[in-house]
């Protein structure tokens, strides 16, 4: 992580703070004094700030069930930040792995560990992401076919990756993806004809929302390493 983040994580210290004190010379690394707070550092480094060894605080892993009208960001805007709904500490340094939309609900992964979220986020590492999603009116035989060889998005040169539909009532489906294009799955419904009315995710990778709306609760050790894998 960066050397400004690692002091942040370590200490009380602000970001401003942290980065002054790098700045003038007050961290070293590995024996050496290290001026940019940009510089990549790892745990096992040995950090020191005025002599004294720096141990970052442990990461976070939290999943929530987020309500409608609430925004993944980390201050309320036009709506309500979901982060008003965590009472822990040092949320500045938390951040949503997988976003979801103002009117959607369901899963959301919070984290301060930026590797971990990675292979959450990235499709390289196809993660996938259930949504349950109600639609303005009956899906046609073909979508299913569609879905799974790729739809192509207005403004994407490439086509989606292959997804899975299974449909559960005239205007209900589950979607799996591992991707997370903006607004893809009201994307994808739009190409083949159809509006998204309501979406909420129930898994991301093999992990269930098990919780009621607007809670919140760590993942357990399980859970964390499922995402590593």
């Known amino acids: 992580m960066r050397l400004d983040k690692f002091v942040c ?20 690394v590995n024996g050496d004094v290290v001026t940019n707070e940009a510089t990549q550092v790892h ?31 980390n201050i309320d805007e036009v709506y309500p930040s979901l982060f008003n709904r965590l009472n822990v500490d040092n949320i500045s340094e938390l951040h949503i792995a ?14 301060d560990d930026g590797r971990w979220s990675f292979n959450i986020t990235t499709p390289m590492k196809e993660c996938s992401k259930v949504y349950r999603v ?16 790729g739809i192509q998005l207005q403004g ?14 005239p205007k209900e489906v589950l979607l799996t993806i591992t991707e997370g294009k903006f607004h893809q799955v009201k994307r994808m419904f739009s190409a083949v004809g159809n509006r998204v009315v309501s979406l909420h995710r ?21 859970e964390v390493q499922s995402f590593t894998k």
């Open 202 to 222: 129930e898994a991301i990778g093999t992990v269930y929302l098990d919780i009621d709306v607007g809670q919140w609760r760590y993942l357990t050790d399980i």
């Open 134 to 149: 109600g639609l303005s009116r009956p899906v046609s035989d073909d979508v299913e076919a569609k879905f799974r060889d």
């Open 43 to 73: 745990e096992n480094n040995t950090i020191l700030l005025n002599g004294i060894k720096l141990k970052a605080r442990d990461f976070r892993y939290i999943l929530m069930h987020k309500p409608e009208g609430t925004i993944c960001s």
């Open 9 to 28: 994580k370590s200490t009380e210290l602000t970001k401003i703070e942290a980065i002054q004190r790098i700045s003038t010379g007050q961290i070293c």
């Open 156 to 169: 994407e040169p490439q086509l989606t990756r292959p997804a899975a539909l299974e449909v559960i009532g």
């Open 98 to 111: 997988g976003r979801l939309d103002v009117d959607s609900t369901g899963m959301v992964l919070i984290t």
